[in-house]
């Protein structure tokens, strides 16, 4: 089983700033990739940022220059959020795609993280 773990998400005010954090645990053999994906109410799943093994990094235009990933090595990953608006509000969800020492390729989901961008 491979599990992904989100934390450090929460209430902050507009212009603040979060870091959230994802853990992956788990029968993993090779990472390929692992991002950040959201979902506000009433809205689709979208993608946030994305970064592969390589260090190839794509962002949403909307976040660009605002938020950015990096990975502590190959099984953490995190997302730094700065200039924080409403409209950021969501709730974060990590994503990896893997193989597993079974040879099994996987796209995992954490359970999520709500931030909520208020004053």
């Known amino acids: 089983q491979v599990q992904l773990v989100e934390s450090g998400g929460g209430l902050v005010q507009p212009g603040g700033s979060l870091r959230l954090s994802c853990a992956a645990s788990?029968?993993?053999?090779?990472?390929?990739?692992m991002g950040w994906h959201r979902q506000a109410p009433g809205k689709q799943r979208e993608l946030v940022a994305v970064i592969t093994s390589g260090g190839r990094i794509t962002y949403a235009d909307s976040v660009k220059g605002r938020f950015t990933i990096s990975r502590d090595n190959a099984k953490m990953v995190n997302l730094q959020m700065n200039s924080l608006k409403p409209e950021d509000t969501a709730v974060y969800y990590c994503?990896?795609?893997?193989?597993?020492?079974?040879?099994?390729?996987?796209?995992?989901w954490g359970q999520g993280t709500l931030v909520t961008v208020s004053s």
């Open positions: 788990g029968s993993i053999f090779t990472m390929y990739l």
């Open positions: 994503n990896a795609g893997l193989r597993t020492a079974e040879e099994t390729y996987l796209n995992v």
